[in-house]
């Protein structure tokens, strides 16, 4: 009688964790915005790396952001120049990230995070990218960019494809912006995991 209630136990738990999942699923949140700490890209499994918040004014949440990578790194040098697929997730939790602040504000952020030769060498590519940034965000619109190697870095807003840049110069440049040591230091730090 005591072997049949047990069997009955496990038989309930184990119907509600295939039905509901674990109630110690593996994520991260930050903001109010959960991040599965792994998840498929590519036909790769990609690990979260980190987790940011990029505020404007020091109080403005404007977004919070986690980046996926195939190997996680601490190191900045191997996140911007590794050949491996990369994903970097944005939720916006602001209406004041509009279209013009987004475009002119990835600009200047770029121009500062590379030298200057880069930029100039990059500069219809840095354009078009900035162009892509045509939408007023806000609170639950996303943005993703993933870069596939041997195909280029494609970037999305709320799920709708902007187009690929191909050229790996100008993909080094972007995860410098994001990662490097001129890069939003909240934001490098948080993605590094640091």
């Known amino acids: 009688m005591m072997l049949k209630k047990r069997w009955i136990i496990v038989s309930t738990i184990l119907l509600c964790l295939v039905f509901f999942g674990s109630p110690y699923a593996s994520e991260t949140k930050i903001a109010g915005v959960t991040f599965p700490d792994s998840k498929v890209v590519a036909g790769k499994t990609l690990q979260l790396n980190g987790v940011a918040v990029r505020k404007a004014m020091k109080i403005i949440k404007v977004f ?115 990662l490097g040591e001129k890069a939003n230091q909240a934001l490098r730090k948080g993605y590094l995991g640091l």
């Open 64 to 178: 919070v952001g986690g980046l996926y990578l195939e190997n996680p790194t601490k190191d900045s040098d191997v996140a911007i120049s590794s050949e491996q697929v990369k994903h970097l997730h944005l939720h916006y939790l602001t209406s004041k990230a509009t279209a013009q602040k987004l475009s002119e504000g990835f600009i200047k952020a770029i121009e500062k995070a590379n030298p200057p030769e880069l930029v100039d060498n990059q500069r219809e590519n840095i354009d078009r990218f900035a162009s892509w940034l045509d939408t007023d965000m806000k609170p639950g619109s996303t943005a993703a960019s993933t870069y596939i190697p041997g195909e280029g870095l494609t970037y999305w807003i709320n799920g709708e494809k902007r187009g690929t840049i191909q050229d790996v110069e100008f993909i080094h440049m972007y995860y410098r912006y994001n």
